[in-house]
């Protein structure tokens, strides 16, 4: 006998293992749409030149690799909550606001999980989109809880399915917490309008449920980090209690950096202050201190005026030139005869195309044309450059024909 005799095997990360196999491929026209990671026009990973030139800032004051405090880098905290809620609102709520630093989105969203368990006098539901993000389940249910699914999408009206979603909030159990992805929801790529948001705020504070926003493309989506945030502003504003999961993953390209905080907006000062210090004894027992060097690159951006505006060029970069192939896939589409209609990725937004292709028609790309993508057809279109996307395109219009 072991002692690991429950230890029975999981099958490895199905994103994981996609983009391993695309890295043994050796065909040279092979196209990795699968892990949502930004590439420029030339298939390569991209350092931001607002990145690039804050680590020489940051290297010519001579970095040290000292700890930092539990709660993370003070000035990094302040100021990428400050991003999120605007000048304005910060400024009126700035003491209501617990906020800790966090291992990348990931990790924001399991300190978000720990202290709901922590600090919730019941353990509430969590109510999750389907489909979502993958690890969304898992991180919840790992840690004991119950999780709702929804039907976000209706699948073949191509749209938001607001009869379920609304209905599903009308209905919930007061004090439950609902996953909201602030902007470009992963995967299906549509996003509930301005007018939608202030409706789902509404039901979200008469039904007295907790939003919890997952903030992974904050800039990244638009190209606007106060477009992207409205959502969370909004329901910041209403003046109920919210969290917000904040990743620099995507908007600054700091993946492997491992670099996010978790915020939470809260009634008063005193309710602040005590769930900063539950925070801080969540992270203490679970990394004692978040990584350093992430963190220190963020603030050096966000602190100085003109790194901040070279950064906000960035992003439009990244947003315009995934926009430009989001077009360019379709129109290739279209001439390619693929049968079907296609409008649908014109009108999705974010990194990711939802193609809405049948497994048989997935696995027959990469077996047949080399084309890697998750499973349910979501596509990340910044795999796509102009020397690929037409053979792309005309792949999937032979494996539909
Ligand atoms: N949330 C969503 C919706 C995502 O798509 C991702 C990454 O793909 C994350 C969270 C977490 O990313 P990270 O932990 O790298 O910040």
Redesign the pocket.
Same mark, same amino acid.
């Given at each position: 006998t072991s002692i690991f005799d429950a230890a029975t095997y999981i099958l490895p990360d199905a994103i994981f293992a996609l983009t391993e196999e695309y890295h043994k491929d050796r065909y040279p026209k092979k196209v990795n749409l699968g892990q949502?990671t930004y590439r420029d026009a030339f298939g390569n990973p991209w350092v931001l030149p607002s990145v690039q030139t804050g680590r020489e800032k940051l290297a010519s004051q001579g970095l040290n690799h000292e700890y930092l405090p539990i709660l993370g880098h003070e000035k990094f905290r302040l100021e990428a909550t400050k991003l999120a809620l605007g000048d304005q609102l910060f400024a009126s709520l700035r003491d209501q606001v617990a906020v800790c630093q966090s291992?990348?989105?990931?990790?924001a969203?399991h300190l978000a999980g720990l202290l709901l368990r922590r600090g919730c006098k019941e353990r509430p539901t969590v109510i999750i989109p389907t489909p979502?993000?993958s690890?969304?389940r898992q991180v919840f249910s790992s840690l004991g809880f119950d999780c709702h699914p929804f039907s976000y999408y209706d699948e073949a009206k191509k749209r938001i399915d607001w009869e379920c979603y609304l209905d599903t909030l009308k209905r919930a159990r007061s004090g439950s917490v609902v996953i909201l992805?602030a902007c470009a929801h992963?995967p299906t790529g549509f996003d509930p309008t301005r007018e939608k948001w202030i409706e789902i705020g509404c039901v979200v504070k008469n039904r007295g449920l907790f939003p919890l926003f997952?903030a !992974?493309?904050l800039g990244f989506n638009s190209g606007s980090i106060d477009d992207d945030a409205f959502s969370i502003r909004h329901f910041t504003a209403l003046g109920i209690e919210v969290g917000v999961?904040l990743?620099? !993953?995507?908007n600054m390209g700091l993946?492997g950096e491992?670099v996010?905080c978790l915020f939470i907006v809260s009634q008063n000062v005193a309710i602040a202050r005590n769930v900063q210090s539950v925070l801080e004894m969540l992270q203490r027992s679970e990394i004692s201190n978040p990584p350093a060097y992430g963190s220190k690159i963020v603030a050096t951006i966000l602190e100085d005026e003109a790194l901040r505006r070279m950064w906000y060029e960035d992003l439009r970069t990244m947003s315009l030139r995934i926009k430009s192939m989001r077009q360019a896939l379709y129109e290739h589409l279209i001439q390619a005869g693929a049968p079907g209609l296609w409008e649908h990725l014109i009108q999705q937004t974010g990194m990711f195309g939802f193609l809405g292709l049948p497994l048989e028609t997935v696995n027959r790309l990469k077996e047949r044309h080399h084309i890697y993508m998750a499973s349910n057809s979501r596509i990340s279109i910044a795999g796509l450059n102009p020397n690929n996307v037409q053979y792309v395109a005309e792949s999937i219009a032979k494996c539909l024909k």
């Open positions: 949502g291992v990348s989105g990931t990790g969203l979502t993000w690890n969304h992805h992963n997952d !992974a493309y999961c990743s620099f !993953a995507k993946y491992r996010g």
